[in-house]
């Protein structure tokens, strides 16, 4: 069982999760409603994505992932993949120069091959900077799938075992082949906009996790709307398969 740490703050009294997950989903339905394109929808949900992730720090949670871009997502209009990818682009270029400052780590999860080169330069630069920090860790799920994941790793590890430096293959082994190799499984995974599904994210890591869903589409996501996903993780009681 994990130890969840007590934080006072805004989310009073409440146990903290050592690690939320976030699917960022609804930006699309929100900029409908107002008239707007659904890239609008993107770019106020990227600013939501920076008031959470500020928030989540205040309160003493340890790490953040969000689901920024699936391996299904390239799916889309060109055009709104386009505006997704200058969004993400805009918000590394911001956080490579306020991370040190903010002691905030930032890593990318997901398969960075087919991104931009610019992209990839700055991923490499939010790691290299990380490495040096401690604290407060965002993971960014990028062109990320957890079938992808899990498919990656066992190729890993197969190639490890031809060379014969594989360990024994079980689950704690099999982990550190994951992209989040040292980070501990989330303990709260929460998904706005109504629906209730996993859509292939961190399907390995959230296997013990509790599941939180609301209506709220994720532009409108609040700090209020985190406190109630916590007050609601405060009351489940979580047995890890035990009685
Ligand atoms: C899901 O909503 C959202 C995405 C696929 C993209 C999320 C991207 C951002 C929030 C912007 C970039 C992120 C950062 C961290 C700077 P949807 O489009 O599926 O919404 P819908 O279901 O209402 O159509």
């Keep these: 069982m994990k130890i969840l740490r007590k934080k006072a703050g805004a989310a009073d009294n409440l146990r903290i999760p050592r690690h939320i997950a976030i699917i960022m989903d609804g930006n699309g339905r929100w900029a409908k409603k107002r008239g707007m394109p659904r890239t609008a929808g993107h770019a106020v949900g990227a600013e939501t994505f920076r008031k959470i992730a500020t928030y989540c720090k205040n309160i003493g949670v340890d790490y953040l992932t969000v689901y920024a871009f699936s391996t299904e997502n390239w799916k889309r209009p060109a055009e709104e993949v386009a505006a997704i990818m200058s ?65 990656r790793a066992a190729k890993r590890y197969a190639e490890e075992y031809k060379n014969g430096g594989a360990p024994e293959l079980t689950e704690e082994s099999f982990e550190r082949y994951l992209y989040s190799n040292g980070i501990p499984d989330p303990d709260l995974v929460i998904r706005p906009s109504g629906e209730m599904r996993l859509s292939n994210f961190l399907i390995w890591q959230s296997a013990y996790s509790e599941l939180y869903f609301t209506d709220a589409l994720w532009p409108d996501f609040d700090e209020k709307e985190l406190d109630r996903a916590i007050t609601a993780f405060n009351r489940r009681e979580r047995r890890f398969g035990g009685i």
Aim: hydrophobic residues 40%; contains cysteine; charged residues 30%.
């Design 87 to 151: 969004l993400l682009e805009k918000y590394l270029n911001e956080a490579i120069e306020k991370m040190e400052k903010d002691k905030i780590r930032l890593y990318i999860m997901g398969n960075m091959t087919p991104l931009s080169p610019k992209i990839k330069e700055l991923a490499a630069h939010t790691a290299a900077i990380s490495e040096k920090l401690s604290g407060f860790q965002v993971n960014l799920c990028l062109n990320y799938g957890g079938r992808d994941e899990i498919v």
